[in-house]
């Protein structure tokens, strides 16, 4: 018998509310909205064809994950990320994803091991289709195979909250630039060792990766106070954080 008040019933108006936010954070995520950017509610309930409820419910969910930004009487705009905090979010990152790495290759079943295979196998069809925006997807369906194949929920809850943000920071310019290929190049490698069950060499090549994602990173933004690019930092486990702050810019 269907009971209209039961409150585990999945409502029709979740249902939107779960749609929207989905599309919203894929914009930001992939650049279509750059940082900076505002949200116009009378715009995007046009675009997205709801009313402003769930529309403001996903905002606030994504202001939550750190990607949005709100203001009274002001709007809510796309996060612009500071130099500082994307340095300290990729020296985490760095030190999270050799761990999944490791640890994955200590306990991935080789169910597991398979579909991460076929997730680097669908994105070389994808950067060879030219395809990028959906390689991105692919991209952080690798890194979400590899934690959960770690079977460290505390290690893949960090890593949720670390990928929300790098997805604010790569944007636009990773789907513009060659760091897609390398990016490719760098996931089939992974893929190697963790198939070979190569603890140490898991470990290096995802803190490598990051490394790398962090040079593409750090190239994009330029000193507050001249204008000039700053110089591409390597992250390492020493490395102190940088004192410089910077601006965070979206490529035409």
Known sequence: MDHPDDPLKVSANRRVFDEVYSRLRSAVTTGLFGPG??????????????SRTPLREALKRLEQEGLVVCYPHRGCFVRVP???????????????????????????????????????????????????????????????????????????????????????????????????????????????????????????????????AWSAVASRFVNANDGATEAKGKIDGSAGVRKKRGTFVKRA
């Not at 079977?151 to 990928?163: A, C, D, G, I, P």
């Open 82 to 212: 500071s130099l500082e905090e994307a340095s300290q979010a990729y020296e985490m990152r760095r030190v999270a994803e050799g761990m999944a790495g490791e640890l994955a290759v200590r306990r991935a079943t080789n169910a597991e091991l398979t579909a991460i295979a076929r997730v680097v196998d669908a994105s070389r069809a994808d950067l060879e289709a030219g395809d990028r925006r959906q390689m991105l997807l692919r991209n952080n369906q690798f890194h979400e195979l590899q934690a959960r194949a770690a079977r460290n929920v505390f290690l893949e809850q960090q890593l949720k909250m670390l990928w929300g943000y790098v997805d604010l920071l790569r944007g636009q310019s990773w789907t513009e630039t060659d760091r897609a290929f390398q990016t490719q190049e760098e996931h089939e490698a992974i893929l190697s060792a963790l198939m070979k069950r190569e603890v140490g060499q898991a470990r290096k090549l995802n803190e490598r990766h990051v490394e790398n």
């Open 37 to 50: 950017e505002r949200f116009v509610e009378r715009n995007l309930t046009k675009r997205l064809n709801v």
